[in-house]
C-alpha cells in the first residue's frame, strides 16, 4: 500500500536513525554528547535522535467556512470521514490536529478577562466600528455571547480551564450549535494513527477573530509552520473575504511556505452553461492574487505571494477514493456524491476518481515545501556530518599508509638521499606555508571588500525603509484618525525590514563570499598538487589532494562553515537582534500617541522614533555572522597540508636519521604495519559504501 506525506516522512526518519545506528557501530559517531569531547564538531548519535524526536512537522491551513476545509482535512490527513463540518467563520475555534495513543479532544476555554472582553466588544454599535474588519469582530462577539446561553449559570466555572473529553463529542466543541462553542479558545485532537507522531496540522480560522490573544496563536502557529495551506473555493475564488484572509494571515508567513488550494474545482469545470477547465481557473486566482498584492501595496505580500501556482482540486473526489464502497454505499450523501462524479467525468472507479481530484498534485507540492523546510537541518545536516565523519576516518588511514610507505621507503634509502628527501620537505614546508597565507590574505581582501559593500547595501534597505514609514505617518494618519488605523502599516513594514529585506541581503552576500572562497579554494589545490609533485615526486599527490579537497567540502557542508543561520533555536525571528536594530523603537513608537500632545507633535515624535531605526542601525552583527567561520577554512588548509602531512614527514626522517637500531627489524615491521592499515582501509570503504547506500535511501525519497 502507498505510503501517505507523513508516512514517508516517519520512514525518513527511520532510515536516518538506522544509518546513524550503524555510523556508532562502525565507531564513525559517538554514541552520545559525553563522548564528543576529543572533537566537538563529530555529531553524536545521541544528537540526531533528540533532534528527530523533537521535531515537529507543523502545517497551517486557512481559508472561510465553505471551502471545503473539513473535507480537506479529512482526505488530505485521515484518509477517512473523520471531522464533522465546520462551524461559522465567526465562531470556529482554532484546531489542532496531532497523535495520541487514544483518540480524545482537549479543549482550552477562554480566560475570564478573555470572555470580559468579548462582552465589551459584543456590547458595541456595529455602526461604530472603525472598517469592515472591526465591525466583522463586533458581530462575532454578539454571536459568541449569545449562544453562550445554552451553559447558563455554568460558563463561569469553565472560564481559563482546559477539558478533556471523548472525540465523539468534538461536535460540540466545533460545532454551530455545540454546547461550548461560544466559550472554546483552541481544540487539540489527539488521533490514534503513528504517522502523526511530530505532526501538527492547525486549523486557523480567526481572520476576524474577536480575542485578541487566539489570533496572536494563530500568527505564531504561521510564523512556525512549515507549509502554510491557502484554501479557496473554486465556485467564487479569491472573493473578499478570501483578500481579508491574505491581508491578515499570509502576512505571517515565511516566503517559500504557502501553497494556495482550489477546491471543487468539478464544479466550474463541471457547469454546463460556463464550463472552465483547470488552466483557466488558476489563471484566474493567480491574476486576482496578484491585482489584490498591487491594491494592498504591501511588499511582504508580493514576495510571499509572487512565485505562489494554485493548485486546483476536489477534496470530496479524493476522499470518496479512500473511503471503502460499503462505507459509500451505506450512506445517502456519499453515494450520491460518488456518482455525480462518476457521472460528470465518465469514469467508474475509486482510483480513477482519485487521480482526479488531483490530490496528489497537491500532496506533492507539500512535500517539496517541506523538503526546502526540513530537509537542510532535519536530514541533510547530520547526514553530511556522518559521510563527512567517515571519509575523515578514510583519510586518517590513507595518511597513516603514506606515511608507513614513506618510512618503508625511508628504511630502504641510501643516507645521501635521506638528506636530499629532506632538503625537499623543509622546500615544501616553505612554500606551502607562503601560499597558505597568500591564500588567506587574499580571501581576507575578498571579504574586507564584501563587508564594505554589505554594510552600504543593508544601511540603504533600512534608510528606504524608514522613509517609507515616514510617508505613512506624513501622508496616512490624518489630524482625526486613530493611530490604529496606521499601525499595521508601520508593523508590516518593521516586519518586512527585519524578517525579510536584511536577511536576503544578509544572505545573498554570505551567498557570494562563500562562491569567492570556494574558488579560491580551487585554484589552491591545483597549485598544491603541482607542489607535492616537484618536491614529493614519489608521494601519490593526486590521490591525497583529491581526498584532503574531499574533506574540506564534507566539512563546510557539515558545519556550514559558509551559511548565515538566522533560525535562533527555530525562531522564525532574530531573537535579541530585532531589539538592537530597533532600539526598542516600535515600542517607542506606540508610546508616544497616547500621551497629550497636539496632531503636530505627535508626527513630530513618531518620526524622531523612526529616525532613531535609520541612525542606531549597526550592520557589522549581520556582517559578522555571515562571515564569521571564513578562517576556519584556513585553518582547515594548514592542519591538512602542513601539521597532517609535512611535519610529520620531517619528524619521521629525523626518527630515521638519529634512531640506531635494526633497520631490517624496523623495516619488517613497518610493511606488518601497512598490511594491517590497508585492510582496515578496505573495511573502512566498505562501510561508506554501505551507508552511501543508505544515504541515497533516505535523499530519494
Known amino acids: ?157 469553565y472560564l481559563g480551564t482546559t477539558k478533556e473529553d471523548d472525540f465523539s463529542n468534538l461536535i460540540e466543541y466545533v460545532g454551530a450549535d455545540g454546547k461550548y462553542i461560544s466559550i472554546t479558545k483552541s481544540v487539540t485532537i489527539h488521533y490514534p494513527k503513528e504517522y502523526l507522531k511530530g505532526v501538527e496540522i492547525v486549523d486557523t480560522p480567526g481572520f476576524n477573530d474577536p480575542i485578541v490573544s487566539r489570533e496572536e496563536r494563530t500568527k505564531q502557529f504561521l510564523k512556525k509552520a512549515d507549509v502554510v495551506i491557502l484554501m479557496l473555493y473554486a465556485g467564487r475564488p479569491f472573493d473578499a473575504t478570501d483578500r481579508d484572509i491574505i491581508f491578515k494571515n499570509v502576512r505571517q508567513c515565511g516566503i517559500g511556505k504557502v501553497l494556495v488550494g482550489i477546491n471543487k474545482y468539478d464544479i466550474p469545470y463541471c457547469s454546463e452553461s460556463n464550463p472552465e477547465d483547470e488552466d483557466k481557473i488558476k489563471e484566474y486566482v493567480k491574476s486576482e492574487i496578484r491585482k489584490a498584492c498591487r ?113 618503508i621507503e625511508l628504511l630502504q634509502m641510501p643516507d645521501s638521499d635521506i638528506d636530499e628527501k629532506e632538503e625537499n620537505l623543509a622546500k615544501a614546508d616553505k612554500r606551502f606555508t607562503k601560499k597558505i597565507n597568500s591564500l588567506g590574505d587574499d580571501l581576507d581582501y575578498e571579504i574586507k571588500h564584501l563587508v564594505d559593500k554589505g554594510k552600504n547595501e543593508l544601511e540603504d534597505i533600512v534608510d528606504a525603509s524608514c522613509e517609507r514609514m515616514r510617508h505613512i ?7 482625526m484618525k486613530d493611530f490604529e488605523r496606521i499601525r499595521p502599516r508601520l508593523d508590516a513594514e518593521i516586519q518586512t525590514l527585519v524578517n525579510r529585506k536584511l536577511k536576503k541581503a544578509t544572505e545573498r552576500l554570505a551567498g557570494v563570499g562563500k562562491k569567492k572562497i570556494e574558488k579560491g579554494i580551487g585554484y589552491f589545490f591545483c597549485d598544491a598538487e603541482d607542489l607535492l609533485t616537484r618536491y614529493l615526486p614519489d608521494f601519490d599527490s593526486r590521490d591525497f589532494v583529491k581526498q584532503t579537497k574531499n574533506k574540506i567540502q564534507m566539512d563546510i557542508k557539515s558545519t556550514d562553515i559558509f551559511s548565515f543561520n538566522f533560525r535562533d533555536n527555530d525562531d522564525y525571528g532574530w531573537g535579541d537582534l530585532i531589539s538592537d536594530i530597533l532600539n526598542g523603537a516600535s515600542c517607542g513608537i506606540l508610546g508616544v500617541v497616547g500621551n497629550v500632545l497636539s496632531h503636530g507633535e505627535k508626527v513630530t515624535e513618531v518620526e524622531d522614533k523612526i529616525n532613531s531605526i535609520s541612525n542606531n542601525f549597526d550592520p557589522e552583527p549581520y556582517l559578522a555572522s555571515a562571515f564569521a567561520r571564513k578562517d576556519s577554512v584556513i585553518d582547515l588548509v594548514k592542519n591538512e597540508f602542513i601539521t597532517e602531512l609535512i611535519t610529520p614527514l620531517r619528524e619521521q626522517i629525523n626518527e630515521i636519521k638519529v634512531k640506531k637500531g635494526d633497520k631490517e627489524k624496523d623495516l619488517q615491521e613497518a610493511k606488518q604495519r601497512r598490511e594491517e592499515v590497508e585492510a582496515s582501509k578496505a573495511q573502512i570503504a566498505e562501510q561508506i559504501s554501505e551507508l552511501s547506500e543508505y544515504k541515497k535511501s533516505i535523499v530519494k525519497q
Request: some cysteine; charged content about 30%; hydrophobic content about 40%.
Open 1 to 157: 500500500m502507498k505510503q501517505n506525506l507523513f508516512e514517508e516522512l516517519q520512514e525518513k526518519k527511520i532510515k536516518l536513525i538506522e544509518l546513524a545506528n550503524k555510523a556508532s557501530e562502525f565507531g564513525w559517531i559517538p554514541k552520545t554528547n559525553s563522548n564528543a569531547k576529543e572533537n566537538k564538531d563529530v555529531i553524536s548519535l545521541e544528537e540526531i535522535k533528540n533532534k528527530l524526536e523533537k521535531d515537529t512537522l507543523t502545517i497551517g491551513v486557512i481559508g472561510q467556512m465553505k471551502c471545503g476545509k473539513s473535507t480537506f482535512l479529512n482526505s488530505f490527513v485521515f484518509e477517512d470521514d473523520v471531522l464533522p463540518a465546520a462551524t461559522t467563520p465567526m465562531t470556529a475555534a482554532l484546531s489542532v490536529i496531532t497523535y495520541g495513543e487514544k483518540e480524545k479532544i482537549v479543549a482550552e476555554f477562554y480566560t475570564k478577562d478573555e470572555w470580559e472582553e468579548q462582552k465589551i466588544q459584543a456590547s458595541r454599535n456595529e455602526n461604530d466600528a472603525a472598517d469592515s474588519l472591526d465591525e466583522s469582530k463586533i458581530k462575532a462577539a454578539k454571536e459568541l455571547v449569545s449562544k453562550a446561553g445554552k451553559l447558563g449559570s455554568s460558563l463561569e466555572s
Open 295 to 407: 491594491d494592498c501595496n504591501d511588499d511582504t505580500l508580493v514576495e510571499i505571494l509572487k512565485d505562489v501556482e494554485p493548485i486546483p482540486l476536489s477534496a470530496e473526489m479524493a476522499l470518496l477514493s479512500k473511503l471503502p464502497m460499503s462505507k459509500i454505499t451505506s450512506s445517502e450523501a456519499f453515494e450520491f456524491s460518488f456518482k455525480r462524479h462518476c457521472s460528470n467525468f465518465g469514469i467508474s472507479t475509486q482510483n480513477e476518481l482519485y487521480q482526479l481530484s488531483h490530490l496528489n498534485n497537491f500532496i506533492s507540492a507539500v512535500k517539496n515545501l517541506i523538503e526546502n523546510e526540513k530537509n537542510k537541518i532535519l536530514f541533510a545536516k547530520p547526514l553530511n556530518a556522518i559521510m563527512a565523519a567517515g571519509d575523515n576516518i578514510m583519510s586518517a588511514k590513507s595518511k597513516d599508509l603514506n606515511l608507513i610507505n614513506n618510512k
Open 473 to 479: 505617518i506624513r501622508n496616512e494618519w490624518g489630524r
